[in-house]
């Protein structure tokens, strides 16, 4: 007989998979000897059992379950459902990945009419008790009767403002009897029968809610993103209730062991005295930051602050604790490695090595290389004159600008039309996930650096600003005020998570700098990485730029790039239009010392590391005149008076040229070698422009190390000749200057016959570097800019494709011609050096994949050579 109960001292940390993170870690801490209320968790297993039988508990189970209450009855000597000393529990969901606010929970279980009125007498506070039974009423009514909790408080505000009274704890007993009271009646209108008064009921019915609510809307959409699995289902927790809603020596809080924006070492957090569980992270009550717990109630923090320490050893990682003080006494409720942003990631992770708690490697582990991205991003420049209308919490750091919408909906909506949206909320809660997704970043009003928007914000990556109390949002009006100013639906605004800064109107950004902790773990990661990491740069300052984020060398360096600058295109189209040969030299005569000194520039930047320069790749087609533009022109001269037949002409000419060149595939069209090879002077201008460039540092004493790369070979011979000319034109070069300088002849693998005759193309290749942006077009047969808007969206969004092959290398496919041509080329060359040049060079699994097929380096964009380093130290742990 399987089992679906374990009390929390049967269970450990390493069974999340059955007990879900929060029972697994619930069980871990009560095994630890800390102060866990007691309970027991109803196993993921339990769940996806309950959905097999049709959404029921199974008799098995329901004795499973009473047994365990039976053993909680014992343990806590309280009795559910007992009138004189009843039992009350919270029954909490928990899945194996948290799943923060996504998910369900029920507090104060087992109240009834008559068990409430024990609890009164046995606390002999009246009050607390009746907070406690409206609390029930409302979690219960929301989350298992499925009533809007918007009812609830409607009921709530009603009375507040009758008894004209600001906050909850002003309410009395009596208050709460009557809110009670409207609660009842309101679950008997919308359910069409009375509030279930047996314990037992309760909480079967609870039960029943939580394995049903992975299945709802807001969970379902949480795993899209996250990559969550749909069928690891749901952990049930059933403990019993802590009351921090007791008095002023009673209190409820969430706590950082460090500060998850900056990874800062100190107690970071919130809490709220006379308050229970939700009032925190839901944003009711704008909460008091954890150091004031320091001197409302020393004794706990201080007992607080070392039992986070502990945990932080025992888990070796920054936790995120709940917890609740019971008149005086502290209760753990949760702890969970915490959410954190990147840069709190690289520093916690540093951090903990240092101080002795991980090894390097496992610091390397820590942190995802993908997260990077958001460090080496643009930030408000400091020297800008910003028009700062408010402040609130700087919840989750970066800066956002975009247009103010008010609702999820709307910000999902105007997204999708291409536009840039702030999501500006009192609060945020579970259902407006989509929009916090859609949006630049998220604003709020209410709510606390734990509150539901910033945990979620930070979990992204998103800009986030909190509790900003000045804003005065109307939902209705669809306006904010911030004292004289009111901003509408679509108006510009800037938040800067980092500082709490929201701002008005667009912001100026800057380059980012990295942090001395985040230099640190990128040294580590080359320590132990076998893989280079290139970068794809087409001019000095790219270059540069990639040399300061740690490149090796240039893995692409398109020279088209440097024929699109605008001084260049009419001799570029000189050369194209030319009717003859001698017309043509003349263009490339023109260009060779442009050419040559961009060279100069990139090659001096990479002085001693090696450039691999690709020789001229698009259809020249690329570089002329839009031809429907042409036609426009052309009729204009037409109906003008005046203008000479010769002007005219001229224009005609060029439309008949433009024509002529045009192509129905151009992507398989006349591009690459098949220029070369028809046009050899252009590529001979351009190794010309390469080696006059290297022979002109040599001579200034800097050492280039320049890799010509001939793009687009489908057969060995067209390698072999555009070869030859490379080294014939070399050596001209070498007679010329007197200089003799190194250089590698190579050239992209990116048609698939290139990989399939990969052992005759070695013959005359000295690298190969693997295009797999255009491998991917031709293995799958996709024209990539065609497949993106027409197709590739459904295909991803209906799971045709695990992955958008652009991205993330397609293992399976273009990964074996990878393989293969690594296989037969090294055979016949065992040296031949080996990279990768397309977007996967700088994606981590594709990465991973360029490691273990053994290639020398992978090249990406400047940005991303960080990313690229730490993913390839990841490759080899
Ligand atoms: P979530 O996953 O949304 O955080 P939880 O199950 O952790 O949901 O519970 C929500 C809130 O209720 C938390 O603040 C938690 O500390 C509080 N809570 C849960 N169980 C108890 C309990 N037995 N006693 C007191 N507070 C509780
Ligand atoms: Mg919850
Ligand atoms: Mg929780």
Redesign the pocket.
């Known amino acids: 007989m399987s089992k679906f109960v374990y009390l929390f001292n049967e269970g450990n940390a390493g069974m999340k998979e059955l007990l879900g993170g929060?029972g697994a870690n619930l069980a871990e801490m009560t095994r630890a000897g800390l102060p866990v209320?007691e309970g027991f968790t109803i196993s993921t297993e339990a769940c996806n059992q309950y959905y097999v039988d049709g959404g029921a508990l199974s008799d098995d189970m329901r004795a499973e379950i009473s047994a365990a209450l039976s053993d909680l009855e014992r343990r806590t000597g309280k009795v559910f459902g007992d009138t004189a000393n009843p039992l009350l529990v919270?029954v909490?969901?928990g899945s194996v990945f948290s799943m923060?606010?996504m998910m369900d929970?029920v507090?104060n279980l087992g109240l009834n009419d008559q068990t409430v009125e024990g609890l009164a007498t046995l606390t002999g506070n009246a009050r607390f008790a009746y907070d406690c039974y409206r609390r029930f009423l409302q979690m219960f009514g929301d989350v298992v009767l499925g009533i809007d909790h918007y009812f609830f408080e409607q009921i709530l505000e009603d009375v507040k403002h009758a008894r004209g009274v600001e906050h909850d704890p002003d309410l009395t007993a009596d208050d709460w009897k009557t809110i009670i009271t409207s609660y009842k009646a309101l679950v008997q209108k919308e359910t069409r029968a009375p509030f279930p008064q047996d314990p037992q009921e309760q909480l079967s019915l609870a039960i029943q809610a939580v394995f049903k609510s992975w299945n709802n809307q807001r969970a379902i959409v949480y795993r899209r993103i996250n990559k969550i699995p749909d069928h690891l289902g749901t952990a049930v927790n059933v403990?019993?209730?802590?009351f921090g809603n007791l008095g002023e020596d009673s209190g409820?809080g969430v706590a950082f062991t460090r500060n998850p924006s900056t990874g800062q070492r100190e107690l970071y957090g919130e809490f709220l005295i006379n308050a229970?569980?939700?009032d925190?992270?839901a944003g009711i009550r704008t909460p008091q930051p954890i150091s004031a717990l320091e001197e409302v109630l020393p004794n706990v923090y201080q007992e607080f602050s070392l039992i986070c320490e502990r945990l932080e050893q025992h888990y070796q990682d920054m936790q995120d604790i709940?917890f609740?003080v019971e008149r005086g006494k502290l209760y753990i409720?949760?702890t969970r490695n915490g959410k954190r942003t990147a840069h709190a990631a690289v520093k916690v992770a540093v951090d903990l090595c240092n101080e002795g708690i991980l090894s390097k490697e496992e610091s390397l582990q820590r942190v995802d290389p993908e997260s990077l991205d958001q460090l080496l991003h643009r930030r408000i420049d400091d020297n800008a004159k910003l028009n700062v209308i408010a402040t609130g919490l700087p919840a989750s750091p970066g800066a956002a600008s975009g247009l103010i919408v008010f609702d999820a909906d709307l910000a999902d909506k105007w997204a999708s039309d291409g536009k840039k949206v702030i999501l500006v909320r009192p609060e945020t809660t579970p259902d407006d996930i989509h929009g916090i997704v859609a949006a630049q970043g998220i604003l709020t009003s209410r709510g606390g650096m734990t509150s539901h928007a910033a945990v979620v914000a930070r979990g992204m990556g998103k800009s986030c600003i909190c509790g900003c109390e000045d804003l005065r949002i109307d939902l209705e009006a669809k306006t904010v005020t911030v004292r004289e100013v009111t901003l509408r639906e679509g108006d510009l605004l800037s938040i800067d998570g980092g500082t709490g800064r929201v701002i008005l109107g667009d912001v100026p950004l800057i380059d980012p700098e990295l942090s001395q902790e985040f230099k640190l773990l990128l040294q580590w990661a080359d320590e132990v990485r076998q893989i280079a990491v290139r970068a794809n740069a087409d001019n000095p300052e790219d270059t540069a730029k990639a040399r300061e984020f740690g490149a090796e060398g240039v893995g692409l360096c398109r020279t088209e790039h440097m024929f699109m600058a605008a001084d260049r295109v009419p001799i570029v189209q000189e050369m194209i239009l030319a009717e003859t040969f001698e017309e043509r030299m003349d263009a490339l005569d023109k260009l060779l010392p442009m050419q040559q000194s961009d060279f100069e520039g990139i090659l001096r930047s990479m002085e001693g590391l090696p450039v691999t320069i690709r020789l001229l790749d698009p259809p020249l087609h690329e570089f002329l005149p839009n031809l429907e533009d042409l036609v426009v022109e052309l009729t204009k001269l037409r109906l003008q008076e005046g203008v000479e037949r010769r002007v005219t002409r001229e224009k005609e000419n060029l439309i008949r040229k433009v024509r002529a060149l045009h192509e129905f595939n151009p992507m398989l069209g006349h591009r690459g070698c098949r220029l070369g090879i028809t046009y050899p002077e252009i590529y001979a201008m351009q190794v010309r422009a390469i080696f006059l460039a290297t022979a002109k540092l040599q001579a200034e004493g800097v050492n280039a190390i320049p890799e010509v790369m001939i793009p687009l070979v489908g057969h060995v011979n067209e390698l072999k000749e555009m070869r030859q000319l490379v080294l014939q034109t070399a050596e001209r070069v070498m007679e010329e200057t007197g200089h003799k300088f190194e250089f590698l002849v190579g050239t992209m693998i990116e048609v698939p016959r290139a990989a399939l005759t990969a052992d005759e193309i070695a013959e005359e290749a000295d690298f190969f570097s693997f295009g797999t942006n255009d491998l991917t077009q031709t293995t799958f047969g996709y024209s990539r800019d065609d497949a993106e808007g027409k197709f590739l969206h459904h295909y991803l969004q209906s799971k045709l494709l695990p992955d958008n092959p652009f991205q993330v290398l397609d293992q399976n496919g273009v990964g074996k011609l990878v393989e293969l041509a690594t296989e037969k080329g090294r055979a016949v060359k065992p040296g031949l050096k080996l990279g990768i040049c397309g977007e996967h060079g700088g994606e981590k699994h594709s990465i991973d994949f360029c490691f273990r097929t053994g290639l020398d380096y992978v090249s990406c964009s400047p940005f991303r050579v960080p990313i690229a380093r730490l993913a390839a130290a990841q490759a080899t742990l």
């Open positions: 929060k209320p919270s909490r969901s923060p606010g929970t507090l403990q019993s209730m802590v409820t229970q569980g939700e925190v992270v709940e609740t409720l949760q």
